[in-house]
């Protein structure tokens, strides 16, 4: 069974990087569609960025691009979320997911989750 596990999240001051990993196992990694989701309290769950399983297409959220970068490590079966330039509205708990499908990945619901990963960014 496909399983996903973040890592990375913490503490950073307004304007500071932090990078999210996403470890994947129990699955062929490049056959799947890959994205970040973010919740804050009180909002519902966006989008963040994702990346198909082609690994040739991206999709950013608005409010994330030129600051987000996200990343494949199909050797690694590892995703990660380069996050730069961070502001206080970025502070969620970060999720990544998983999806096997060929659609576009911003077009898609996903059934793999991993537990999620706490980022908070002080002003």
């Known amino acids: 069974e496909p399983q996903l596990e973040e890592s990375g999240g913490g503490l950073v001051q307004a304007g500071g990087s932090l990078r999210l990993s996403c470890e994947a196992s129990?699955?062929?990694?490049?056959?799947?569609?890959v994205a970040w989701f973010r919740q804050a309290p009180g909002k519902e769950r966006e989008t963040v960025s994702c990346i198909n399983r082609n690994r040739a297409n991206t999709y950013y959220a608005d409010s994330v691009k030129g600051r987000f970068t996200i990343a494949s490590d199909n050797a690694e079966n590892t995703m990660y979320l380069q996050m730069n330039s961070l502001k206080a509205e970025d502070t969620a708990v970060y999720y990544c997911?998983?999806?096997?499908?060929?659609?576009?990945?911003?077009?898609?619901?996903?059934?793999?989750w991993g537990q999620g990963t706490q980022v908070t960014v002080s002003s």
């Open positions: 129990g699955f062929t990694f490049d056959d799947y569609a």
């Open positions: 997911a998983a999806e096997f499908t060929v659609r576009d990945c911003d077009k898609t619901s996903y059934d793999y």
